[in-house]
């Protein structure tokens, strides 16, 4: 039996006993304004399934682990235990091996999953592209799983679900490693809508495989790199609102044309 290892610090400060001076006589006290508050609990895990044993997943999480965490295994054990069956998960990784790959394509086969959307790196995709790339092309063939490619390193999982949305940053990428990583779990509803709009964007301009269709566009792998690839976070989309959980909703014409548009080619 693995010895368990968990919980340290409290990040939760009470600023409300906190005293600025005392106001005039016959002044009105000002209104104190609302602090905000860290609500992530701190942990420090060695193994990703064994994280999600232990953990509640309405809450908020800020992990130190270690090499033996493999980022890949915590997203789909997660899916699993919690039973999300998930409308969409977006990866972002910097890299990623074969089991990795594997893992996502059962989020589809074997958990429910309705849509994977998956960014790899510029640099992963020009290491791997006589390898790893031809072999996802081949396991996302005639499935609701898209490929897109960008110069960049970050590492985000973003899983929408009925069961709550939800968001996981941090340095790992999908394999394991031989470092300590860290990453934060949240559910804040703006963050997360934010993210997905602008994932969407990018799977949209830089994809260069869909699974269900099985086009294949290599043209949209350039044009992606150093500030040209920064400068496609800076196209804003129409101003959205998030409704119930796991979906998001769009408020403007101009949005809801643009989508028409999209659709119909």
């Known amino acids: 039996m693995k010895r368990k290892k968990g919980g340290g610090l409290d990040f939760s400060f009470d600023f409300s006993a906190l005293s600025f001076g005392a106001p005039d ?27 999600v044993g232990q953990m509640d997943y309405t809450k908020d999480y800020f992990a130190l682990v270690s090499g033996r965490f493999v ?6 054990a997660l899916i699993a235990k919690k039973g999300l069956r998930p409308s969409a998960v977006y990866i972002t990784t910097l ?31 020009g290491t791997e592209r006589h390898n790893l790339m031809p072999y996802i092309y081949k396991e996302f063939s005639g499935r609701p799983m898209d490929v897109a490619v960008l110069q960049s390193h970050c590492k985000i999982a973003l899983i929408l679900s009925r069961k709550g949305d939800t968001m996981i940053s941090g340095s790992a990428n999908l394999s394991s490693s031989n470092n300590v990583e860290q990453f934060i779990l949240m559910h804040d509803p703006v963050a997360i809508a934010f993210v997905k709009r602008k994932l969407d964007s990018i799977m949209e301009r ?38 119930v959980s796991g979906t998001t909703q769009e408020t403007t014409g101009e949005q809801e044309a643009a989508e028409k548009t999209i659709t119909r080619k």
Request: aromatic residues 8%; contains cysteine.
């Open 71 to 76: 980022f890949g295994d915590f997203i789909e």
């Open 25 to 51: 006589e016959g002044e009105q006290e000002p209104e104190q304004e609302e602090i905000p508050r860290l609500n992530t609990g701190p942990v420090i895990f060695d193994n990703a399934l064994e994280m």
């Open 95 to 125: 890299g990623m091996n074969q089991d990795n790959i594997d893992s996502l394509v059962n989020l589809v086969d074997c958990l429910g999953c309705k849509k994977v959307n998956l960014l790899v790196s510029h640099y992963f995709a």
């Open 206 to 243: 830089f994809k260069v495989y869909s699974g269900v269709s099985g086009e294949y566009t290599p043209e949209n792998n350039k044009n992606n790199t150093g500030n040209r690839a920064f400068d496609a976070l800076k196209e804003e989309p129409a101003p959205c609102q998030v409704g």
